[in-house]
T-cell receptor
Framework: DGGITQSPKYLFRKEGQNVTLSCEQNLNHDAMYWYRQDPGQGLRLIYYSQIVNDFQKGDIAEGYSVSREKKESFPLTVTSAQKNPTAFYLC??????????????FGAGSRLTVL | AQRVTQPEKLLSVFKGAPVELKCNYSYSGSPELFWYVQYSRQRLQLLLRHISRESIKGFTADLNKGETSFHLKKPFAQEEDSAMYYCALKHDQGGKLIFGQGTELSVKP
């Protein structure tokens, strides 16, 4: 069925390691987003991409990197430079063509724990 | 700067009681606002948006530009309403949403 798939669901990382979280969508949406969800802080935007081969930093991009080589895929790399990477990461997409929609569809999330 | 504030981290009510989850925003233009909900072990999903002026699962939200608020209301809470609720404001750039801190609603039997 159509939707957004995030993998892995749970990921453990040692300090100093880079990890990549996968986000794939088959909704044919143009725009994709990465949010970080922390208790008491809501969702904070890390990076977003409105079109293939283009992306912009969000509010908390430091220590993260992304790529958008295909419309369906928007992987997020959490680098060793990220000071506090333990969190729940949410990927979302949006159909820019839907008039007045601006509705985000979310994945199930990936929980990253740094040991 | 555009900002969304949800002042309550936790709201606990009894089944059948009215519930109001507060949301205030900061934006000088014409806002586009949303409520998203995350039930236990489920994905974050859209509950309602102000431009639709709809009622979903008995919830309504009215935009008050004078008070810069978009509070979520339901006259009679049900146990299945227990969830995390996020208010969101569409940003001017990129269609991205700015989320509030979230309010956990707990409806007790």
């Amino acid at each position: 069925d159509g939707g957004i798939t995030q993998s892995p669901k749970y990921l453990f990382r040692k300090e100093g390691q880079n990890v990549t979280l996968s986000c794939e969508q088959n909704l044919n949406h143009d725009a994709m987003y990465w949010y970080r969800q922390d208790p008491g802080q809501g969702l904070r935007l890390i990076y977003y991409s409105q079109i293939v081969n283009d992306f912009q930093k969000g509010d908390i991009a430091e220590g993260y990197s992304v790529s958008r080589e295909k419309k369906e895929s928007f992987p997020l790399t959490v680098t060793s430079a990220q000071k506090n990477p333990t969190a729940f990461y949410l990927c979302a997409s949006r159909d820019r063509g839907s008039s007045g929609a601006n509705v985000l569809t979310f994945g199930a999330g990936s929980r990253l724990t740094v040991l | 700067a555009q900002r969304v504030t949800q002042p309550e981290k936790l709201l606990s009510v009894f089944k059948g009681a009215p519930v109001e989850l507060k949301c205030n925003y900061s934006y000088s233009g014409s806002p586009e606002l949303f409520w998203y909900v995350q039930y236990s072990r489920q994905r974050l999903q859209l509950l309602l948006r102000h431009i639709s002026r709809e009622s979903i699962k008995g919830f309504t939200a009215d935009l008050n530009k004078g008070e810069t608020s978009f509070h979520l209301k339901k006259p009679f809470a049900q146990e299945e309403d227990s969830a995390m609720y996020y208010c969101a404001l569409k940003h001017d750039q990129g269609g991205k949403l700015i989320f509030g801190q979230g309010t956990e609603l707990s409806v007790k039997p």
